[in-house]
């Protein structure tokens, strides 16, 4: 009995989760289904997942859980009236954006271009840039296994492959609202306006783009003594790329236009709120188009996509434990912070600890949370607020080498996530002054 609940358990798990997303849809769409309803799906489907988390992922959600539920009883202790319910619904409007944006997988994957031959050069790293940047904004971390498998069949991933690859790829946390990175920064900034956002986030996506252009196509080749060596650099015309097509561009260009003006005509609704309802019915729309069957394509993900969201379930629903906690704590102990604006300086200075966190393996959820907490009382600008958090999530995950992005290379290609952050380091750097400086336009223009 208990190996056939094993054989069970991930598929009914993937069925939980749907039901998670399914329930948070309704009650976007104004029927009376609780919030905490669809947090029980998920918490359920976290319990049956757990089995299957590598152990240093329980770890970490279960110091995240201990230190929240820490929390709670403090601020019990010094007089707060806890919101139980809170409990089950902490993070879930997130969860169900992940879950919502995994149906773009049933209608991105770029089959067609699977066969052709791999191009070489200038052009090849250019068009492997945009590739990965566009496909990655979409349908996230599965973008990189597509592209990233593809290029492996001729041979192992070079370190200039990898680097594309994982800045490519985390580089559209600036900007996309279908990663993970928005939903955590309107999570805790609800009030961020994208057009005021996008002014600086698209541009630091371009320019982290062609800074890596720039550093892969000028640099010097490793002599021939240390060519075999796993930091030797490769001159640029040996670059071995992905191939791009203006056709395989039209989804995550119809979908970025539909969730923006979906917003403007229903400024009631989230970010959040609009791409859980819009990508499972476009998604589920392309399929009948294209005479594919709309069941299969569901079947498919709770039986493999959605399972595979073991470690994004347990980690979200375990700091929203701790940021409810920690909401709680501070609130009852009114402690704030010793200054009284949040500014250009006090924005920068934010940015620069949770990247640093990242370096030591700290998660940016968590940096987030934390920084989210404190900042809070201030009643700080909202779209200011936004920018840190993608842009530390953007350059953070790239470097960290425990980031999730970094920890599934180093698994799925063999390429040491300590070597992935070393290769980072300088763009780190650069990126960061970048970011510094965006952070003070924006502030210019809003006026603080």
């Known amino acids: 009995m208990f190996a056939?609940?094993?054989?069970i358990r991930r598929p009914l798990a993937g069925l939980l989760i749907l039901l998670g997303m399914l329930l948070v849809s309704a009650n976007l769409l104004g029927l009376p289904i609780a919030m905490g309803t669809a947090g029980l799906?998920?918490?359920l489907a976290a319990l049956l997942l757990w089995p299957g988390l590598s152990s240093r992922n329980r770890l970490q959600a279960g110091l995240l859980l201990g230190v929240g539920i820490v929390c709670l009883i403090l601020s019990r202790w010094l007089g707060a009236e806890l919101a139980w319910a809170r409990l089950f619904s902490s993070n879930v409007s997130i969860l169900s954006m992940l879950v919502a944006v995994s149906f773009l997988s049933l209608v991105s994957r770029p089959a067609s271009e699977m066969d052709q031959p791999l191009p070489k050069g200038r052009r090849a790293l250019a068009s492997t840039l945009a590739a990965i940047h566009a496909f990655g904004a979409v349908i996230n971390i599965s973008s990189v296994f597509i592209i990233g498998d593809r290029l492996a069949q001729v041979t192992k991933l070079s370190r200039e492959q990898s680097i594309v690859l994982v800045r490519g790829f985390s580089a559209a946390a600036f900007w996309s609202p279908f990663f993970a990175a928005m939903g955590v920064a309107l999570s805790v900034?609800?009030?961020?306006?994208?057009s005021q956002l996008w002014l600086v986030s698209m541009p630091l996506a371009v320019l982290s783009l062609c800074l890596t252009y720039w550093q892969l196509a000028r640099q010097q080749p490793s002599s021939h003594a240390i060519a075999a060596a796993?930091?030797?650099?490769?001159?640029?015309?040996?670059?071995v790329g992905y191939p791009l097509h203006l056709s395989g561009l039209w989804l995550p260009l119809l979908l970025a236009a539909g969730v923006f003006l979906l917003h403007q005509l229903q400024p009631s609704l989230s970010i959040l709120a609009v791409i859980t309802l819009l990508a499972p019915l476009l998604s589920v729309s392309v399929l009948v188009l294209t005479v594919r069957s709309p069941l299969g394509g569901v079947k498919q993900l709770v039986n493999g996509r959605l399972p595979q969201m073991g470690n994004e379930l347990v980690l979200f629903l375990a700091a929203g434990i701790l940021a409810y906690g920690l909401e709680s704590l501070l609130l009852s102990a009114h402690w704030q912070l010793p200054v009284s604006h949040f500014g250009p300086l006090a924005a920068s200075l934010t940015y620069l600890c949770i990247v640093l966190l990242s370096l030591v393996g700290i998660h940016p959820i968590v940096c987030i949370t934390l920084a989210a907490s404190l900042w809070s009382p201030l009643n700080p600008d909202h779209s200011l607020l936004a920018l840190v958090f993608l842009s530390a999530w953007a350059l953070g995950t790239a470097t960290g080498p425990l980031s999730g992005i970094n920890l599934a290379f180093q698994g799925r290609y063999g390429v040491d996530s300590f070597s992935l952050m070393r290769w980072n380091l300088g763009y780190l750097g650069l990126m960061s002054l970048c970011v510094v400086a965006g952070i003070y336009l924006l502030a210019a223009v809003l006026g603080l």
């Open 4 to 7: 056939r609940f094993s054989i």
């Open 41 to 43: 799906a998920y918490w």
């Open 189 to 194: 900034a609800p009030k961020a306006q994208l």
């Open 230 to 239: 796993p930091d030797a650099k490769a001159a640029v015309g040996n670059f």
